[in-house]
């Protein structure tokens, strides 16, 4: 147990991994109980929302993007892919439903537009392939608070959109195209 502790203090790998697996299998107990719940179906939600927002607020001050943002984004991802689980249970009469993963989205974008550098090619492969599949099942659900995430992802990297470097380069947009 110390050194479980010791990893976790020094941020190293190991210490990292500990805490997304306790991050997980904190998820999967929301979800359980969201799933299990005999509450209303919008009190149930409310809770589930109430306490995944808690949760990845623990989890994701545990690091400092300055210095690695590699784990908090693994953090989102992890919660993404809780959250789409989770989602059939979710009812859409709770207004936190879309709220919560809207805002979980648009944090993971900001993160993605603080990185210093392009995420490694194989890192940003496989998390455009996670975004896409997440979209897919969210909206089989109805749900489109992925869709920024999702266009943001479709291109080699985040500073290779054209639409976002067109909008950073203050230049004008074509309306019929969506594109600059």
Same mark, same amino acid.
């Given at each position: 147990?110390?050194? #479980?502790?010791?990893?976790?203090?020094?941020?190293? +790998?190991?210490?990292?991994?500990?805490?997304?697996? *306790?991050? *997980? #299998? *904190?998820? /999967?107990?929301?979800?359980?109980?969201? *799933?299990?719940?005999?509450?209303?179906? /919008? &009190?149930?939600?409310? =809770?589930?929302?109430?306490?995944?927002?808690?949760? +990845? +607020?623990?989890?994701?001050?545990?690091?400092?993007?300055?210095?690695?943002?590699?784990?908090?984004?693994?953090?989102?991802?992890?919660? $993404?892919?809780?959250?789409?689980?989770?989602?059939?249970y979710l009812t859409s009469e709770c207004e936190n439903v879309a709220f919560v993963l809207e805002r979980?989205?648009?944090?993971?974008? =900001?993160?993605?537009?603080?990185l210093p550098l392009d995420l490694p090619e194989n890192k940003w492969e496989e998390f455009q392939a996670? /975004?896409?599949?997440?979209?897919? !099942?969210?909206?089989?659900? @109805?749900?489109? =608070?992925?869709? $920024?995430?999702?266009?943001?992802? &479709?291109?080699? @990297?985040?500073?290779? !959109?054209?639409? +976002?470097? @067109?909008?950073?380069? &203050?230049?004008?947009?074509?309306?019929?195209? @969506?594109?600059?």
């Open positions: 147990m110390a050194d #479980e502790e010791a990893e976790q203090e020094s941020g190293s +790998l190991g210490g990292d991994l500990l805490e997304l697996r *306790r991050l *997980r #299998e *904190r998820l /999967v107990e929301l979800e359980t109980g969201l *799933r299990e719940s005999p509450e209303p179906a /919008v &009190q149930a939600a409310t =809770e589930y929302c109430k306490q995944l927002c808690q949760t +990845l +607020l623990e989890y994701a001050e545990k690091w400092k993007t300055s210095e690695d943002p590699l784990p908090l984004l693994e953090v989102y991802t992890v919660a $993404i892919r809780s959250y789409v689980k989770a989602r059939p979980l989205a648009l944090s993971c974008i =900001e993160l993605l537009l603080c996670f /975004v896409q599949v997440a979209h897919k !099942n969210l909206m089989e659900n @109805g749900s489109r =608070e992925l869709h $920024i995430l999702t266009t943001l992802t &479709q291109e080699k @990297g985040v500073w290779k !959109n054209p639409v +976002l470097c @067109g909008i950073l380069s &203050q230049e004008q947009l074509d309306p019929d195209k @969506g594109k600059i």
